[in-house]
């Protein structure tokens, strides 16, 4: 299946930023739609961004102007650039990429491992 592999997280200071970075492989699958999820303590998973494949963008209110979501379709690969962080930004972030196998002509949809990005007050 789609292999999402993510990098960056960690902790940053209140008003700081990050970039994430998750990259898809597996030459058998076509990746369309990509997006970043977050879950915080206590809370459901949450879309945050999504990208389609031509580029066209969709953020969560709370995100909206502080977060870019971008990607790279030569590298299959999808960044979040995150700006202004404030502590209720704090949460595990996970790559989502939808694709289509062409070996067996289905779509379909995958996560990655999930990165913690911690906002300090």
């Known amino acids: 299946q789609v292999q999402l592999e993510e990098f960056g997280g960690g902790l940053v200071h209140f008003g700081g930023s990050m970039r994430l970075s998750c990259a898809a492989s597996?030459?058998?699958?076509?990746?369309?739609?990509m997006g970043w999820y977050r879950e915080a303590p206590g809370k459901e998973r949450t879309m945050v961004a999504r990208?389609?494949?031509?580029?066209?963008?969709i953020y969560a209110d709370f995100v909206k102007g502080r977060f870019t979501i971008s990607r790279d379709n030569a590298k299959n690969t999808v960044y979040l650039e995150m700006n202004s962080l404030k502590p209720e930004d704090t949460a595990v972030y996970y790559c989502?990429?939808?694709?289509?196998?062409?070996?067996?002509?289905?779509?379909?949809?995958?996560w990655g491992q999930g990165s913690q990005v911690t906002v300090s007050s």
């Open positions: 597996g030459s058998r699958y076509v990746i369309n739609d």
């Open positions: 989502n990429a939808d694709y289509y196998d062409s070996v067996y002509d289905q779509i379909g949809g995958s």
């Open positions: 990208i389609t494949t031509g580029g066209r963008t």
